[in-house]
C-alpha cells in the first residue's frame, strides 16, 4: 500500500502571499489532520477532516484553512503569510477510530 | 488540561538499552503512541498502546504504561546508530476525534 503523500515538498513565498499544499492519504483512510512543527512550538494540531467534514479545530488564526475532497484528498490553505508561518507542515491519515495514524513526509514552508 | 511532556535528550552506547520516559495530563486519554523522527523526514509510527493496557512489546521495542502516574516509556532494546533520532510521545483525548496531543520530542544519540 502507498504511504501518506504531500505534495510540494518544498515551498518558498513571501509575506502576503497565499499557499496551498495537498495531502493524499492512505487508500481507504478517511480522516486526514494537518500539524504544524516549529522548533519553538513544537507540534501543533491545525485540523481533522473526515469525510469531507471538519470534525476538530486547533487554536490557530483564521488564515489557515482546509477541506477535504471525496476522494478523500485534503488541502490545507493559509492566506496572507506572515513569517512565523514557517514550518514543516504534516498530514496523517488514519480510519476512523484512528489508532494508526500514519504520516507523510510532510511540505516544508519558508517564508521570507 | 492536554500537555505532554518529555524530556528533551538522551545519550546511550551501541548495543545498550535506552529509555525514553512520557508524562501526560489528561486521564481521558484513550491511545499513547511513540512516532520517531529522523532529519528532514516525517514521523514514523513506532507502536501505539491502549490506555487500559500496562505493556506492549514489539520486538526490540517495549512500551509500559502507568496510569495511576500518568507516566509512559519506551524501552529500545540493543540501540543502535539507526535508532538516533528523536522520539515523540503523543497522546488522542476521547472526543478529540484522531487529534494527537504530542510532547516536545527527545533526542537520542547513539554513541559507539
Redesign the interface.
Known amino acids: 500500500k502507498a504511504g501518506v503523500t504531500q505534495t510540494p515538498r518544498y515551498l518558498i513565498k513571501t509575506r502576503g502571499q497565499q499557499v496551498t499544499l495537498s495531502c493524499s492519504p492512505i487508500s481507504g483512510h478517511r480522516s486526514v489532520s494537518w500539524y504544524q512543527q516549529t522548533p519553538g512550538q513544537g507540534l501543533q494540531f491545525l485540523f481533522e477532516y473526515f469525510s469531507e467534514t471538519q470534525r476538530n479545530k486547533g487554536n490557530f488564526p483564521g488564515r489557515f484553512s482546509g477541506r477535504q475532497f471525496s476522494n478523500s484528498r485534503s488541502e490545507m490553505n493559509v492566506s496572507t503569510l506572515e513569517l512565523g508561518d514557517s514550518a514543516l507542515y504534516l498530514c496523517a491519515s488514519s480510519t476512523d477510530g484512528g489508532r494508526d495514524q500514519f504520516f507523510g513526509p510532510g511540505t516544508r514552508l519558508t517564508v521570507l | 488540561g492536554e500537555d505532554v511532556e518529555q524530556s528533551l535528550f538522551l545519550s546511550v552506547r551501541e548495543g545498550d538499552s535506552s529509555v525514553i520516559n512520557c508524562t501526560y495530563t489528561d486521564s481521558s486519554s484513550t491511545?499513547l503512541?511513540w512516532?520517531k523522527q529522523e532529519p528532514g523526514?516525517?514521523?514514523?509510527?513506532l507502536t501505539?498502546i491502549?490506555s487500559n493496557m500496562d505493556m506492549k512489546q514489539d520486538q526490540r521495542l517495549t512500551v509500559l504504561l502507568n496510569k495511576k502516574d500518568k507516566h509512559l516509556s519506551l524501552r529500545i532494546a540493543d540501540t543502535q546508530t539507526g535508532d538516533s533520532a528523536i522520539y515523540?510521545c503523543?497522546e488522542?483525548i476521547s472526543g478529540?476525534?484522531?487529534?494527537?496531543?504530542?510532547?516536545?520530542?527527545t533526542r537520542l544519540a547513539v554513541h559507539p
Do not use: H, P, R
Request: proline share 0%; net charge positive.
Open positions: 491511545y503512541y512516532y523526514a516525517g514521523l514514523q509510527l501505539y491502549f515523540f503523543a488522542s478529540g476525534y484522531n487529534k494527537l496531543i504530542f510532547g516536545a520530542g
